[in-house]
């Protein structure tokens, strides 16, 4: 039968993911000698000097991180491709090595993770995602570019903006706060900043991310995104991509829609309505096609363009 303190510290251990602290243990009364006892008797599995496991417990990556935060310091939160993860920014999977930032003076070493040392958190750069600190979107977003490739960095805050997980206004601002000397990722985030100045309108899948980089790479010209287009009557819909100059309207299929029978038919005939408007053109690639037949969804392309003469 469990007492108060044993009570009490299950209960902050059920909130953290089955972990806790040295110090939490002590603020509920267990003495240095007690928290031995219970690491000795295996009720409690010691995860370096600060942070405890309650024995039974699930074994899950929330949990290895909730660890590695506890024991970087009351300040500290899951950052970069952690926060990433637990924030659900595509691309970034909860598993692999958990990733804290910690404004500690003296940098907390441990080969459960990687902690990184910064300056204090401002309040508005944090949030809670399933009981774990977490940096916000745009601070994440900010960290990424010192530790991602420039492209995937690119396809992150892409579809962070297509998804409304963040604003391009809070994005620049947060970057300002800080870009500060010495600090990894600011060259890269200012030239991701800087190719989404004005009107820019953020690709809203993977899909769409790499067809744009296939015909940037093959030097055709930039269609126009999120086209809306209609007849003399009435909006019929909103494209993915566009060359009005020509006619041509394109409309990628993602790997997991426009399978079924409804959705083949309802493109249909909205393809319909859209040549009846005029459009010379109304072009579907899948995901085969974009990524497994490059040279031919570029080679049509090529046709249509050259076709209409577009410059």
């Keep these: 039968m469990l007492c ?5 510290i299950t209960t902050i251990a059920e909130t953290q993911h089955g972990v806790f602290t040295a110090d939490q243990a002590k603020a509920q009364g267990y003495s240095r000698e007690a928290i031995r006892h219970q690491a000795r008797a295996r009720h409690w599995d010691p995860l370096g000097d ?3 496991r309650m024995a039974g417990s699930p074994r899950t990556w929330e949990q290895r991180l ?7 310091g009351p300040l500290a939160a899951a950052s970069h491709r952690s926060a990433a993860a637990l924030l659900g920014v595509p ?4 598993r692999g090595t958990p990733e804290v930032t910690t404004p500690r003076r003296h940098r907390y070493r441990t080969d459960d993770g990687i902690v990184h040392r910064w300056r204090p958190f401002p309040d508005h750069h944090l949030t809670v995602t399933d009981g774990i600190p977490t940096t916000r979107v745009a ?5 990424l570019a010192g530790v991602v490739h420039p492209g995937r960095l690119a396809r992150a805050v892409d579809n962070c903006l297509a998804s409304e997980m963040v604003g391009m206004e809070s994005l620049r601002a947060t970057f300002l706060e800080l870009a500060g000397r010495g600090r990894k990722g600011i060259a890269a985030m200012r030239a991701v900043l800087g190719d989404r100045e004005g009107d820019y309108v953020a690709p809203a899948s993977e899909l769409e991310a790499l067809f744009l980089e296939l015909i940037v790479a ?4 930039e269609p126009v995104r999120q086209f809306n287009a209609g007849d003399a009557n009435d909006w019929i819909g909103r494209i993915d991509f566009a060359y009005p100059s020509v006619g041509v309207l394109i409309e990628l299929d993602g790997r997991r829609h426009h399978s079924a029978l409804l959705d083949r038919q309802a493109d249909e005939r909205r393809d319909a309505r859209l040549r009846a408007a005029g459009w010379r053109h109304v072009v579907r690639l899948s995901w085969s096609d974009v990524v497994h037949r490059p040279a031919e969804v570029l080679a049509l392309l090529a046709n249509l363009l050259a076709g ?4």
């Design 66 to 72: 909730m660890a590695v935060v506890l024991a970087s």
């Design 308 to 311: 209409g003469a577009v410059a």
């Design 139 to 143: 601070r994440t977003l900010v960290d």
């Design 91 to 94: 691309g970034f999977d909860r």
């Design 4 to 8: 108060g303190m044993d009570r009490d």
């Design 50 to 52: 600060l942070v405890f």
């Design 218 to 221: 093959a030097g055709l010209p």
